[in-house]
């Protein structure tokens, strides 16, 4: 007789926190590059400029708009004027490279010290003529990519209140249309717009590479959803505009703060969805926007089978190994969710913050994956702890361990698959056609190791040294 189970739900756990992950001051490497007429000043220590120094490899040396502003003695011990100091060097960055904002990333001194760069920043903006953007992006209570979600939160309050009404306004706020209609006359942008469906506005958060942000819009626009703008946007000048009752929905999985900032002071409405990344997740996104706007989406089904037979081939690499997220990102759960729907099996996600509310819908979509696919649930783990984290991965057996640089050679050198988890947040992962970039990330350490492997030299560490 079969028995009947009852489908396990998700375990959560919370361990030490003593993980490795990128400062959050990070962020200033993609949003720098990203919005291109603005600078961005870390307002921290030398400990600080070492690590962008390093993280930021080769960048480095192409002149780009971030600089410290490195404090000395005179600034901890307040001898030092702060408001002098950076009225200083903000009055360089002006002379300088002339930007449209000033972002202030705060850090860990700034906090502990308690200069209060947001009470300095609305009198300097004033006396300066350029808005400054304050976000405390430290180390003391973020993770990596959440330094991206303190400045998006930040910049959200400085989003215009109200749609331009002159003309020539309107063409400057939007810029994604513009691009869209480059090069098209204006009897055809106008039979394009006519294929929108009457809705009310979207804004989409989080910032993507550009071709990626074409895209998605092009991607609902198919659907007849027309997106009103992007925090961020490619110019701080082009904020979109963000009325009350706007629908705003988010881009990436570390976006929490900047969702609650919209939703309570800018009284936009969220659109709780899963992420769009892999196909599945990009056709589950996709879907709940059409059903906000009680559009019946069309052509789903076709697009996500086409794009799963193309990567049929990495699928033959990956199905029924299993993969271990160590955890630093806040990206863990979506593609951990991508990965079992491609036939892996997952049994751990470390994940450095977990917004249950935020995540909601895509934890949901994680759930039902795992059901459909037959596989156990993973354990999530907030705040991992590393070193219990590399015991269970002995103990388990793991074919693929997501992780740091910190673990990747030691565990490679112990015969264990790894993968660099920092590529996910660079690389263009979000979309149907992305869908192969993540498992080209994913399975080239497996291609790689497979050729390798008859060459004997699989573990390279002395027997005994397990840790
Ligand atoms: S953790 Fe703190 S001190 Fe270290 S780099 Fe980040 S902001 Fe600076």
């Known amino acids: 007789m079969e028995t009947l189970t009852q489908p396990e739900a998700l375990n959560f756990e919370c361990e030490t926190g003593n993980y490795h992950t990128f400062c959050p001051i990070s962020c200033v490497a993609w949003l720098y590059q990203k919005i291109e007429d603005s600078f961005f000043l870390v307002i921290g220590t030398k400990t600080c400029g070492y690590f962008l120094q390093n993280a930021m490899g080769v960048m480095i040396f192409a002149e780009p708009r971030y600089a410290m502003a490195e404090l000395e003695e005179g600034d901890i011990s307040a001898q030092l004027n702060d408001f002098d100091e950076l009225k200083r060097l903000c009055l360089q960055i002006k002379r300088d490279r002339n930007p449209s904002v000033i972002v202030w990333i705060g850090t860990c001194t700034t906090e502990i010290i308690k200069m209060d760069l947001e009470g300095l920043a609305p009198k300097l903006e004033a006396e300066l003529g350029i808005p400054i953007v304050t976000a405390r992006a430290n180390g003391l209570d973020y993770a990596f990519t959440q330094g991206e979600d303190t400045v998006l939160a930040a910049m959200a309050a400085k989003c215009p209140e109200k749609a331009p009404v002159m003309e020539s306004q309107k063409q400057e706020r ?29 804004v989409l958060f989080g910032s993507l590479p550009d071709p990626v942000v074409t895209q998605l819009t092009l991607e609902l626009k198919k659907q007849g959803i027309k997106v009103s703008g992007w925090l961020p946007s490619k110019r701080y000048t082009e904020l979109p505009v963000l009325e009350e009752g706007y629908y705003v929905s988010g881009m990436n999985p570390f976006l929490s703060r900047t969702a609650t900032t919209l939703m309570r002071r800018r009284k936009c409405k969220l659109i709780g969805a899963p992420f769009p990344i892999g196909p599945d997740g990009t056709r589950a996104w996709i879907e709940k926007i059409c059903s906000v706007f009680n559009i019946e989406p069309k052509g789903l089904d076709e697009r996500e089978a086409q794009i799963w037979a193309s990567l049929e081939d990495y699928l033959q690499i990956v199905r029924g190994k299993s993969v271990f997220f160590m955890g630093d990102n806040l990206l863990e759960i979506s593609l951990a969710r991508f990965l079992i729907r491609c036939g892996m099996t997952c049994p751990e996600i470390g994940i450095p913050y977990m917004d249950k509310r935020y995540q909601a819908a895509e934890l949901e979509l994680l759930e039902k994956t795992c059901h459909e696919m037959g596989v156990p649930t993973p354990r999530i783990v907030e705040k991992p702890d590393n070193y219990n984290q590399i015991q269970r991965i002995y103990e388990q057996n793991i074919d693929l361990v997501i992780t740091g640089m910190a673990h990747a050679n030691p565990l490679e050198a112990r015969g264990i698959n790894t993968k660099w988890s920092v590529e996910f947040t660079f690389a263009q992962i979000h979309g149907f056609g992305n869908a192969r970039d993540i498992l080209e990330l994913v399975t080239r350490p497996l291609r790689r190791n497979n050729s390798l492997k008859d060459l004997g030299w699989g573990n390279l560490v002395k027997e005994g040294a397990k840790v």
Do not use: C, M
Not at 175 to 201: C, M, R, W
């Open 174 to 202: 939007n810029a994604i249309s513009q691009l869209l209609n480059f090069g098209k006359k204006k009897e055809e942008v106008a039979a394009d717009e006519s294929e929108y469906v009457n809705h009310t506005p979207l």
